[in-house]
């Protein structure tokens, strides 16, 4: 015959063991407690199963404090259960170290374009931009290229029909933007430009170009070597010198070629500028009074400037690049370096 005081003390040793388990207990372990004081197989159920064997007053008072010893026990594990109930689904560890979520940054070629733009905002120009898929007549055309020029060919231009093409460069933008606005005109146009060229680690079938331009009634060559001496000296450093050879395009007159003197070897000779002391960054010039015609602006009222760099070379001379792929491959061992 089983002692009603060896019982009760066993209640209350159980409920005093259950609280200690339970709060020493990470969530996994916190569900396995339940079934082990509550279930079928329980010391606790064994006691409430015995009552039946005791003598009625003994079975009284021992089933009673067995009932409220598994009601304070259901109420300690279902509380937690349900302000849990995800927990229980999925068992979680909040004890674990938590995971790292590195950061990310801009591409390369994102942080370039930025920072050209943000030295030019800081001139006065404004950001515009145009399409990537062209017609002929904005390519070309209204940028004074002749029907028979050679860039028009199928060799160096993606056609797309017998009438648009994916744009050769972003100067196409400044017919779009004087098409829509009167001078003055201040407007720096970014963005992607194809060619039909052999990829090589010199050229690639896409890049990027930063157009310039700037039309109002008094603008002359020496406010063009004026802001491109004051972007290389922010962009590459007060040490550059900049050098300017005359070239030719058909929308500008006169037209020039920009040399940074060598980042490297600062002008002596080396083989990053092959030994020339001078690195080319972008093409410029004078409107030509024919692109002003295109878009009537009165060339007896008006004048302007334009120019267009490549943002994968200026890059490529800053960081020290030597394969224009390395932007397109996407490699996080390369990327990371910026
Ligand atoms: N569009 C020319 C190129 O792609 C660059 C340029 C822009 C030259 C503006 C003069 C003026 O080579």
Redesign the pocket.
Known sequence: MPNAEDIASELRDLEALAQREWSGANPAERLGLKSRYLGKKSPLNAILRGLKDLPDAERRTIGGLANETRDRLTALFEAAESSRASVAATPYDYTLPGRPHPRGHGHILSQTMDEVIAIFYGMGFEVAEGPEIETDYYNFAA?NFPPDHPARDMQDTFFLNDEHLLR????PV?IRVMESQRPPVRILAPGR?YRNEAINARSYCVFH?V???YVDSDVSFADLKGVLVAFASEYFGPLVTLRFRP?F?P??EP???VDISCLLCRGRGCSLCKHEGWLEI????M?HPAVFAAVDYDVNVFSG??????IERIAMLKHGIDDIRLFYENDLRFLRQF
């Open positions: 940028l050769t460069h972003t100067s400044q430009v170009q157009e310039g331009l070239s395009f929308f500008t037209s020039t070629e972008l093409g410029a010039g409107v400037y334009a120019f267009g760099m490549g």
